[in-house]
Each structure stands twice: as structure tokens, then as C-alpha cells.
């Protein structure tokens, strides 16, 4: 049997079987259990075992045959939690977190920065204390996006201070509700609370809850963040989607002049071109962890969307600097999302520094895609207890 036609029998099994229009949790389940979640992730998995490339006729398909299917998309757990657990997880770990990760039963967040280590996260202080079969955990974590409403968060901290900094961090999967964390919100340049601080004290996390080795932490970093960097800047949609159809939108509507035109034009080839080469790439990839390519899509993608909106806003004259409120809102989902594209200007402003900034993008893409000299890193080989703090 070819695969589409596998993928089709699925889907049509799928859905003789269970209402689009009825309970989501129960209709995403049984995506999950006929492997046409995550197609690409090993069967019992969510997946078939088959090329990336192939999730696109799933959700084509399934889109053409049901009218609202339900559907739920978090880039935290989906694109980056999910592809972590499935390198670097235990059978017994995948078995426990993978299902109700997709259906969004268990939302999922990312516990990496700290007020003294963000783009060099390998700095990082969160101290973790092994005490029989538990962790002793102690310490702060900042930017941590939808903290607040996640049950896992992804968490890495040093459990040996005298190992060399990237040698001596473990990764856990920590519970958001457990005793001994607290969550206080961030207010934002778009009046939102998206992010949060999180403080650990004496927070106690099970042995069965550590993602691979004592000691191998940045590792399984190092796989979450560059599948971080494909969620955020990879994606591929139609075209005349996203950003570029919102500020084709305000020129149909607004107009303007030549100069104007030239500059939506020349957004618009960007767009296209950053669009073609996601999809390129995407189809090359077969299975396993992106390689640093991915710090392309997401440079190019934050460069570009920061230009867009700004043309938007730009379009639309002095209405473009009336904004709806700036009262605090806490988003209650991982797609929980206001669409206004003063909004989406305004949260453009941080494309380029989250999942990493692009000064950092571009050394990543300098060193290990062009094979430039690296950066001079004189703390690399010290006990990280050696290395000086401010
Ligand atoms: C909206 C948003 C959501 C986020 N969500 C999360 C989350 O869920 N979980 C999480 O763990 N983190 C999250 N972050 C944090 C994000 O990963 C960090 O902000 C980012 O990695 C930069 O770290 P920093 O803010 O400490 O800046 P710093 O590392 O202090 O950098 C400051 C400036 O120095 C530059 N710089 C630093 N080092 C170098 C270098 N070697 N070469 C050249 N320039 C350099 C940077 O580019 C930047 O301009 C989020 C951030 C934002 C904005």
C-alpha cells in the first residue's frame, strides 16, 4: 500500500469513527493512536514512521473532508517538547507525556533562561540536588512562556558546579503545579502577560521525571532549541498567508504610493522566497533533529516580520498608532492570540530575540554553516564555579 493511501484510510477511519464536530480531546486522541498525528514519529508514537513532508496531505486531507475538525497547536510542546522526549525520552516517558501533549490536555513550556543566562544559557544557575530517588531543585527562571497554564516544563539546571558549564547540566521534565514553584506574570509591550518569572524553592522532582543522562542537559537543550528555531521561523503556509497576507490586506484596503508599492512588492518576494525555501527544506527533511539550517529560517523569519508589520502600521497612518488597550490580559492558551496588527507589530518587536537573537542566529550560521573562525570562549573548558559572575 503506498503511503498516501495509508494516510487516507487512516483519516477516513479516523473520522467515520469519531465526530470533527464533537469532543476534541477524544477526536485527537484517536489521531493520535492512528499514527496521524505527528506522521513523521515512529508508529505507537502518534506517528507512521514516514518523511515530514507527508504531515501536509494530512492536514490538507483533513481539512477537505471536515469542516471544523478540531485542531490545537502549541509551539512550546508540539515543535519543540514533543521532538525532545522522542530523541532523548525513556519508552516509559514517551508512553506517559507524548498523547496528552497533542491533544493539549498538558500544556508545555520551556524553562531554560534565567535573569543571569539567556543567550548563554549553558551559564545557567538553577541548582539541582540529588536526594535519594528525588532532585532537590532551587532557583529562578525568566521569560518562561505560558508558565502559567502549563502542567511540564521543560527544565534544565546544574546539578555539578565543578564540571566545565555545558558538561555539568541535567534536564528534567518538571510539574508547573507541584509544591515548592511559583509563577508571577510579565507584562509585555503589548499589555499581555505571555511570559512570567518562576521560582523554585526546594521544589522536589522524581528521578523518572530526568530526560536522559545526569549530566548530559545541554545535549537535550541543544536538540529542543534547534527544534525551537524550526517552530518559530519554519513554518510553512500557503502562500498569501501570515504576516505577508495581513499587509497585502492593508494595501488592498489603504493603498498608497509608488514608493509604497515598491516597498510591499519587495516585502512580498522575501516572503515568497523565505516561504519556497521553508518548504524545500521541509520536504529534505526525513527524520531526526534539524541541523543549525534551522537558525536560517528563523533569522530570516524575525529580520522579515518585524519589516512587515512596521510597512503595516506604516499603511495605515495615524490610525496605525491607536492601540485597543493596554490593560494586563493573561492569555488563557497557547493560542490564545488577539489578531490586530498593531498588536502583531508590537509583538514583532521580540521575533528577534526569542528562541534565540539574531546576533546569535547569525554566529551560529557563521561557525557552523560557513566555517567562519568561532567566537573566543575562554570559560568553555573552567569548573563553571570558576567562571566569574556579575
Ligand atoms: C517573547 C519571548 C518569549 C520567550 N520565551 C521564553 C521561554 O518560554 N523560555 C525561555 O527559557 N526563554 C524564553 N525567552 C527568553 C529568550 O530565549 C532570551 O531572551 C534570549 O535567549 C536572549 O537572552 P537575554 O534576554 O538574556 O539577552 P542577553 O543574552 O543578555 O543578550 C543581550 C544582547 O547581547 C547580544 N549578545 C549576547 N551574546 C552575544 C554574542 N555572543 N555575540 C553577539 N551578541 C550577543 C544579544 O543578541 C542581545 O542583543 C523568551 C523571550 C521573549 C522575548
Same mark, same amino acid.
Given at each position: 500500500?503506498?503511503?498516501?493511501?495509508?494516510?487516507? =484510510?487512516?483519516?477516513?477511519?479516523?473520522?467515520?469513527?469519531?465526530?470533527?464536530?464533537?469532543?476534541?480531546?477524544?477526536?485527537?486522541?484517536?489521531?493520535?493512536?492512528?499514527?496521524?498525528?505527528?506522521?513523521?514519529?515512529?508508529?505507537?508514537?502518534?506517528?507512521?514512521?514516514?518523511?515530514?513532508?507527508?504531515?501536509?496531505?494530512?492536514?490538507?486531507?483533513?481539512?477537505?473532508?471536515?469542516?471544523?475538525?478540531?485542531?490545537?497547536?502549541? !509551539?512550546?510542546?508540539?515543535?519543540?517538547?514533543?521532538?525532545?522526549?522522542?530523541?532523548? +525520552?525513556?519508552?516509559?516517558?514517551?508512553?506517559?507525556?507524548?498523547?496528552?501533549?497533542?491533544?493539549?490536555?498538558?500544556?508545555?513550556?520551556?524553562?531554560?533562561?534565567?535573569?543571569?543566562?539567556?543567550?548563554?544559557?549553558?551559564?545557567?544557575?538553577?541548582?539541582?540536588?540529588?536526594?535519594?530517588?528525588?532532585?532537590?531543585?532551587?532557583?529562578?527562571?525568566?521569560?518562561?512562556?505560558?508558565?502559567? !497554564?502549563?502542567? &511540564?516544563?521543560?527544565?534544565?539546571? $546544574?546539578?555539578?558546579? *565543578?564540571?566545565?558549564?555545558?558538561?555539568?547540566?541535567?534536564?528534567?521534565?518538571?510539574?508547573?503545579?507541584?509544591?515548592?514553584?511559583?509563577?508571577?506574570?510579565?507584562?509585555?509591550?503589548?499589555?499581555?502577560?505571555?511570559?512570567? *518569572?518562576?521560582?523554585?524553592?526546594?521544589?522536589?522532582?522524581?528521578?523518572?521525571?530526568?530526560?536522559?543522562?545526569?549530566? @548530559?542537559? &545541554?545535549?537535550?537543550?541543544?536538540?529542543?532549541?534547534?527544534?525551537?528555531?524550526? @517552530?518559530?521561523?519554519? $513554518?510553512?503556509?500557503?502562500?498569501?498567508?501570515?504576516?505577508?497576507?495581513?499587509?497585502?490586506?492593508? &494595501?488592498?484596503? $489603504?493603498?498608497?504610493?509608488?514608493?509604497?508599492?515598491? $516597498?510591499?512588492?519587495?516585502? &512580498?518576494? *522575501?516572503?515568497?522566497?523565505?516561504?519556497?525555501?521553508?518548504?524545500?527544506?521541509?520536504?529534505?527533511?526525513?527524520?531526526?533533529?534539524?541541523?543549525?539550517?534551522?537558525?536560517?529560517?528563523?533569522?530570516?523569519?524575525?529580520?522579515?516580520?518585524?519589516?512587515?508589520?512596521?510597512?503595516?502600521?506604516?499603511?495605515?497612518?495615524?490610525? +496605525?498608532?491607536?492601540?485597543?488597550?493596554? =490593560?494586563?490580559?493573561?492569555?488563557?492558551?497557547?493560542?490564545?492570540? #488577539?489578531? =490586530?496588527?498593531?498588536?502583531?507589530?508590537?509583538?514583532? #518587536?521580540?521575533?528577534?530575540? *526569542?528562541?534565540?537573537?539574531?546576533?546569535?542566529?547569525?554566529?551560529?550560521? +557563521?561557525?557552523?554553516?560557513?566555517?567562519?573562525?568561532?567566537?573566543?570562549? !575562554? =570559560?568553555?573548558?573552567?569548573?563553571?564555579?570558576?567562571?566569574?559572575?556579575?
Amino acid at each position: 500500500m503506498g503511503n498516501e493511501t495509508l494516510i487516507n =484510510d487512516r483519516i477516513d477511519q479516523l473520522v467515520a469513527e469519531h465526530d470533527p464536530a464533537g469532543d476534541r480531546t477524544e477526536f485527537m486522541r484517536a489521531q493520535f493512536d492512528l499514527g496521524i498525528a505527528w506522521v513523521a514519529f515512529p508508529k505507537g508514537r502518534g506517528g507512521l514512521g514516514l518523511p515530514h513532508s507527508y504531515q501536509d496531505h494530512v492536514d490538507k486531507r483533513l481539512d477537505a473532508i471536515t469542516e471544523h475538525r478540531p485542531t490545537f497547536f502549541d !509551539i512550546i510542546g508540539h515543535g519543540m517538547g514533543a521532538p525532545m522526549l522522542l530523541a532523548h +525520552g525513556t519508552d516509559e516517558q514517551c508512553d506517559r507525556y507524548l498523547r496528552p501533549l497533542f491533544t493539549g490536555e498538558e500544556v508545555w513550556c520551556q524553562l531554560f533562561s534565567e535573569p543571569g543566562a539567556g543567550s548563554d544559557v549553558a551559564g545557567l544557575s538553577t541548582r539541582a540536588i540529588k536526594d535519594g530517588d528525588e532532585w532537590i531543585v532551587n532557583g529562578q527562571k525568566v521569560w518562561t512562556t505560558v508558565a502559567h !497554564i502549563a502542567k &511540564w516544563g521543560m527544565l534544565v539546571a $546544574r546539578t555539578d558546579p *565543578e564540571a566545565p558549564k555545558h558538561r555539568g547540566m541535567t534536564y528534567f521534565l518538571m510539574d508547573m503545579q507541584a509544591e515548592g514553584v511559583e509563577i508571577r506574570p510579565l507584562r509585555q509591550i503589548t499589555g499581555e502577560a505571555e511570559f512570567n *518569572e518562576v521560582y523554585m524553592t526546594d521544589l522536589r522532582i522524581p528521578e523518572s521525571q530526568r530526560i536522559d543522562q545526569v549530566g @548530559a542537559g &545541554w545535549r537535550v537543550a541543544l536538540t529542543t532549541l534547534m527544534n525551537e528555531r524550526v @517552530a518559530i521561523g519554519g $513554518r510553512v503556509g500557503p502562500r498569501h498567508s501570515g504576516p505577508i497576507g495581513e499587509l497585502l490586506d492593508v &494595501w488592498k484596503e $489603504r493603498g498608497g504610493t509608488d514608493a509604497d508599492r515598491d $516597498r510591499v512588492m519587495q516585502l &512580498w518576494v *522575501e516572503a515568497e522566497a523565505a516561504r519556497l525555501t521553508n518548504l524545500r527544506a521541509q520536504q529534505n527533511r526525513t527524520h531526526g533533529t534539524p541541523g543549525p539550517e534551522g537558525s536560517t529560517a528563523k533569522l530570516v523569519f524575525a529580520e522579515l516580520n518585524k519589516q512587515i508589520y512596521s510597512k503595516a502600521v506604516e499603511l495605515l497612518g495615524a490610525a +496605525g498608532m491607536l492601540y485597543d488597550t493596554y =490593560d494586563l490580559i493573561i492569555p488563557e492558551g497557547p493560542d490564545d492570540v #488577539r489578531s =490586530d496588527i498593531r498588536r502583531s507589530f508590537l509583538r514583532s #518587536r521580540a521575533n528577534s530575540i *526569542e528562541g534565540g537573537t539574531s546576533e546569535i542566529m547569525r554566529n551560529i550560521l +557563521g561557525e557552523r554553516v560557513l566555517g567562519l573562525p568561532g567566537e573566543p570562549r !575562554i =570559560d568553555k573548558d573552567l569548573p563553571w564555579a570558576e567562571v566569574p559572575r556579575g
